[in-house]
């Protein structure tokens, strides 16, 4: 076995001893993304774009189907269109790029290059938008933006990454906010659904809250790590970017208003989301439904003269499995052995390997391995394909059930600070109390705990009113806090 792939099948970092290792581990050994010579910046290898794209493809149909379009706003946004609005320069403005210069011309306005679209994409609309009947606007784009993170993390937090934006604007208030929960539905339906990632839909706290929004709801995930990840945010505007950028319309009462607007977003964290959901201590594990290969086919191969016959077979195999709608790889290296192609591909998480060789010809089966559970099936070949979208079923809605029962048993109620601090230790998780919204309080437990306020649940228990947990006064919800990604 060469040196290289020793170094590939070798033990993971196990991820009870360090979890942070252990998903960089399996991001680079699996072959999804890797960093490069600019600093917080990363390459999204096929393999990782395989499974961008198929994560990508179902959400953008989601979208589309509630009656949105597509369309590319510029890269670059003018320093004074920026400036506009106070609030949002002012969250951005640490994360902001600037190009200052171009060949040996220096700029006479300096261009930030997009942390998000609302500047440059509320001036277009500015241009568009005349008449009540030129509304609603309900355009999203799939780009790439700069921030200029910090701390980085592959997928989960880089100084550029891919996302979706939509931007839209509405007549009324109301149809603004029924477009923000409509777009927070579609998150956490896809999310549950096309990722096997269950999600808390709620509101944002103040602190929380995207820089010049009204209101920010979020999509906030568990991983298996105990620690929370936002998964996805819709942004209530109001009316506070058509004010800075005057988006205005002349109404039907022959009165000239401003618009109100909405931006939705998720992005390449998804992928992080995937990993640290699933994996487990052997590699990826992967929901069939977005991984990039649904069953890897390994025949067993002893030599050239005796493997024509498996080697036919398996392209015959490949051939009815692609012809069903599944997507399958073949693995027929000879420079190394099944065991090592095995180790392989669980490592990447491939739900369903398909192992076929000389007895298994005689036999007329397929030896197909879970790759949630390594159960072996010995399936007639004529049962294969019936078989393998039963398994790719099981498999997606195994992964799920997995992730709720992880959730249920770390998402605790806590009365008092104390318990809150000692939950939040152990088990960890979300940690849900009644809470009266003291900002004062909550930047206190972010300090001492290191724990955010995730969301205010849009469903809450019954029981959600009392006394808050931290300061005593009155409150009317509860609130999840957790550590986060």
């Known amino acids: ?16 001893d360090d979890f942070s290792q252990w998903y960089i581990d399996l991001v680079r050994k699996t072959g999804l993304a890797d960093y490069t010579m600019v600093k917080g910046c990363m390459v999204i290898k096929p393999y990782g774009y395989a499974l961008w794209e198929n994560v990508r493809d179902p959400l953008d149909r989601r979208i589309k189907d509630t009656g949105h379009q597509n369309a590319c706003f510029p890269l670059f946004v003018p320093q004074s269109l920026l400036l506009k609005e106070a609030e949002h320069v002012q969250g951005f403005a640490p994360e902001c790029a600037w190009v200052t210069r171009a060949g040996s011309e220096e700029l006479e306005e300096p261009l930030a290059i997009r942390p998000t679209s609302e500047a440059i994409i509320g001036s277009i609309y500015a241009d568009w938008i005349h008449s009540y009947r030129d509304l609603p606007v309900l355009i999203n784009q799939w780009a790439n933006v700069v921030r200029w993170e910090k701390r980085t993390r592959l997928f989960l937090r880089t100084t550029e990454f891919l996302w979706q934006e939509g931007h839209t604007c509405h007549r009324t208030a109301e149809e603004a906010q029924a477009e923000t929960m409509k777009m927070l539905e579609v998150y956490r339906e896809f999310l549950e659904t096309e990722l096997a990632i269950p999600a ?30 936002q998964a996805g945010t819709s942004h209530n505007l109001g009316q506070h970017f058509a004010k800075a950028f005057d988006i205005k319309f002349l109404d039907e009462d022959n009165t000239e208003k401003f618009v109100w ?23 990826l594990r992967l929901p069939p439904r977005v991984a990039p290969y649904q069953v890897v086919i390994v025949p067993v191969m002893f030599g050239k003269d005796k493997d024509a016959p498996t080697l036919e077979k398996t392209d015959k195999i490949a051939k009815e499995l692609k012809a069903a709608g599944v997507r399958v790889t073949v693995d027929t290296r000879d420079n190394v052995k099944p065991g090592f192609k095995y180790n392989e591909w669980e490592m990447k998480g491939v739900p369903i390997r398909l192992e076929v060789g000389p007895r298994d ?19 007639p070949e004529a049962e294969m394909t019936a078989k393998v979208k039963a398994l790719l079923e099981e498999i997606q809605a195994g992964l799920l059930k997995h992730a709720l029962e992880y959730r249920e048993t770390h998402t ?32 206190r437990i972010k300090a001492e705990t290191k724990a955010t306020l995730r969301c205010y649940p849009l469903s809450q ?12 006064k009155p409150a009317g919800k509860v609130a999840y806090f957790a550590r986060a990604f």
Not at 5 to 16: A, M, N, P, S, Y
Not at 222 to 229: D, F, P
Request: charged share 25%.
């Open 1 to 16: 076995m060469a040196k290289n792939e020793k170094q590939f099948v070798k033990e993971l970092t196990d991820r009870e």
């Open 200 to 229: 808390v839909a709620g509101v944002k706290s103040a602190a929380e809250r995207f820089a010049g929004a009204q209101e920010t709801y979020a999509v906030e995930a568990l991983m298996s790590n105990g620690w929370a990840l």
């Open 261 to 283: 607007q909405t931006s939705w977003g998720v992005s390449t964290r998804l992928i992080g989301g995937i990993i640290m959901t699933h994996s487990d201590n052997s590699g």
């Open 361 to 379: 010809i005689e036999k007329g089966q397929v030896v197909l391995v879970n790759r949630l559970n390594r159960e072996k099936h010995f399936t």
């Open 412 to 443: 605790t109620r806590v009365r008092s600070y104390d318990e809150f601090k000692e939950t939040l230790e152990s088990p960890g998780g979300f940690v849900v109390g009644a809470f009266s919204g003291d900002a004062e309080a909550e930047n």
């Open 461 to 472: 228990p019954e029981d959600a009113a009392g006394p808050c947990f931290i300061t005593g």
